[in-house]
């Protein structure tokens, strides 16, 4: 236990250098690229405000925010904000860039966790099923389903899914995360279910064809091994050679896809809340980027940086647990 425990905190060290590293690095290229783009955040701002501004009028607000600055203060200044916990303020929404983050995320959350957990089960499951199964009628037909998946748009899925079972059989509520004209304190946790339904079916085809695809070629091998052609011999089902050899050779591989896929997750909320009008992260960032809602866009640059960081860590965590070969190189 103490070994596993100085095995975790050393690893925890080493990647917290990294993606403190790779935050920093983040950052840097996010706010050189805003700011070398068109996007002019003062004239969006005034815009917003829907009142006609003075040249001196609009001269303090360029001053209020350090336009004029040179482009290294406005970024340490910047950067010095957001240490103390300050990510501006957004010139769409009128608050605080933080607050508007904390509660879409909660939306996203529930999105992205449904849709990833649905997706690692069902490619998970496929592809122990095509694998064991290789080169047959049920291999054959779950390969071509996962082929056709993985290269359909996901918003294209998703407007087919908002026609097919919204529109026309009407299974499901056309968009929105809880019904119209309800106030927040009078949803329930059912109806709020019920609305993250079909979202989250939608996003988790986007990565459980590969999980899938994963799986089965690494049952494959480990089926093709002799130590499985050992335990054959000895009179073991495939089932039980399953259970006994397969799982924990192709666990670890899937287990990285799935942490993996936490970046193609938030990457494919942001067209999957568009489309279903999901109050999430994803349509936030969206909406910044057509309104030019710079300290927005940076903010959730930033934290999505975070959030798919600490989901690689995770996993480097939890490969340990799993496979304690794999520390110390296998020693």
């Not at 935050?23 to 706010?31: K, M, N, P």
């Not at 499985?228 to 011999?233: D, H, R």
């Not at 666990?251 to 799935?258: E, H, N, R, V, Y």
Request: proline letters at 5%; hydrophobic letters at 50%.
């Amino acid at each position: 236990m103490k070994i596993i425990t100085n095995r975790i905190i050393k690893e925890i060290f080493t990647y917290s250098i990294k993606f403190i590293s790779l935050l920093l690095a983040v950052s840097v290229i996010t706010f050189a690229l805003v700011s070398a783009s068109p996007i002019d955040p003062v004239q969006q701002y005034i815009i917003g405000l829907g009142t006609a501004v003075s040249p001196e009028q609009r001269a303090e607000i360029e001053d209020y925010w350090g336009v004029n600055e040179p482009p290294a203060e406005r970024y340490f200044g910047w950067l010095s904000e957001v240490l103390h916990g300050n990510l501006g303020e957004s010139a769409l929404y009128r608050r605080p860039v933080a607050d508007i983050i904390g509660e879409r995320f909660l939306n996203s959350l529930a999105l992205m966790l449904c849709a990833w957990i649905l997706s690692g089960v069902t490619g998970f499951v496929l592809g122990c099923i095509m694998g064991m199964y290789r080169d047959r009628l049920p291999d054959r037909i779950l390969k071509r389903i996962c082929y056709i998946i993985s290269s359909v748009p996901t918003f294209w899925l998703g407007m087919v899914f908002l026609l097919v079972f919204s529109v026309w059989l009407k299974w499901f509520p056309i968009g929105f995360s809880a019904p119209i004209g309800m106030l927040s304190s009078d949803v329930t946790i059912r109806q709020k279910l019920y609305h993250l339904i079909l979202p989250a079916f939608t996003l988790s085809l986007m990565s459980f064809a590969n999980i899938a695809l994963h799986t089965r070629q690494k049952l494959s091998d480990v089926l093709s091994s002799d130590y499985v052609l050992y335990a054959k011999a000895r009179g073991e089902g495939k089932w039980t050679i399953l259970r006994r050899h397969g799982f924990r050779n192709i666990l670890i591989p899937a287990l990285t896809l799935q942490f993996a896929s936490f970046a193609e997750l938030f990457g494919g909320s942001v067209m999957a809340e568009n489309v279903f009008s999901y109050p999430g992260l994803g349509s936030a960032v969206a909406a910044a980027g057509l309104n030019s809602d710079v300290p927005l866009l940076l903010g959730v640059t930033l934290f999505s940086a975070l959030f798919v960081g600490v989901g690689n860590m995770i996993a480097n965590l939890l490969y340990g647990v799993i496979d304690p070969q794999i520390e110390n190189g296998g020693k």
